[in-house]
């Protein structure tokens, strides 16, 4: 079976060669390289046009790290007692895209491919003094877990590593007319559902943290939203610069 795909991608390429014109392997021969700015952070890639109809993208993306200060509620030793704490958020990708036109001189272009990378979306860990004895430990959710050496309670959340992407915008990389061209782009990033895990120190090894098994109403919702948050927007805005 895997041999029949095989010859199948074989044969549709043969077909998309002798269809491509004289016209499309002169421009083929294009090269534009470009920077970006917009929800997945900033980053660069490099476009070449297939067709007039097809362009191939490919790049890094990365989103700065910043940090989130809030408080969360935990259990120890049947007593439910706060402390303050700090999220860093923090996001890089590889991409490979796809930009299809329906017309030979359209701007307007639908977008497929994927964005690939670590799957740690953003670490968690305690900024306030964890009021447990030294030895103790502490419930969160149905996890119990004891602050390291350093008395540092850690979580983070993950998300898929490959994320296919979809979307559509305006603009080419390419211009017959200028060596600077622009374009915008508005799309989602597929990355699955989200996990919130919690480090314990004693089974050396991060523990999925599932939502049923929460008493705290509020860790609960809270664990509850960000599952449900499969996708990321995708905004972005993009100058090239024509280099052959």
Do not use: C
Not at 27 to 54: C, D, K, M, Q, R
Not at 111 to 120: C, E, K, N, Q, V
Not at 140 to 161: E, W
């Amino acid at each position: 079976m895997r041999k029949v795909f095989q010859l199948l991608g074989f044969v549709v390429a043969m077909l998309l060669a002798t269809n491509i014109s004289a016209q499309d392997r002169q421009l083929a021969n294009h090269l534009s390289i470009g920077t970006e700015v917009g929800t997945t952070g900033w980053g660069f890639e490099a476009a070449i046009p297939l067709t007039h109809y097809v362009t191939f993208r490919t790049g890094f993306t990365t989103l700065p790290r910043f940090n989130i200060n809030f408080d969360i509620n935990y259990t120890t030793k049947g007593e439910k007692k706060n402390v303050d704490v700090r999220g860093r958020v923090h996001m890089s990708d590889y991409k490979f895209l796809a930009d299809i036109y329906p017309f030979k001189h359209s701007s307007f272009h639908v977008t497929g491919g994927f964005y690939a990378g670590l799957p740690d979306l953003g670490t968690v860990y305690n900024t306030g003094l964890l009021d447990v004895d030294e030895g103790e430990g502490l419930e969160i959710g149905d996890v119990f877990v004891r602050p390291n050496d350093n008395g540092l309670v850690r979580l983070k959340l993950q998300t898929s590593s490959f994320k296919p992407y979809a979307g559509l915008g305006f603009g080419r990389p390419i211009s017959s007319k200028h060596k600077v061209s622009v374009a915008f782009d508005l799309g989602v990033m597929f990355w699955g559902t989200p996990a919130l895990k919690v480090y314990s120190p004693d089974e050396e090894g991060w523990i999925r943290m599932q939502k049923n098994d929460i008493d705290d109403k509020d860790f609960h919702d809270a664990v509850k939203i960000i599952e449900r948050v499969k996708v990321y927007p995708v905004l972005n805005f993009r100058i090239y610069y024509n280099v052959f």
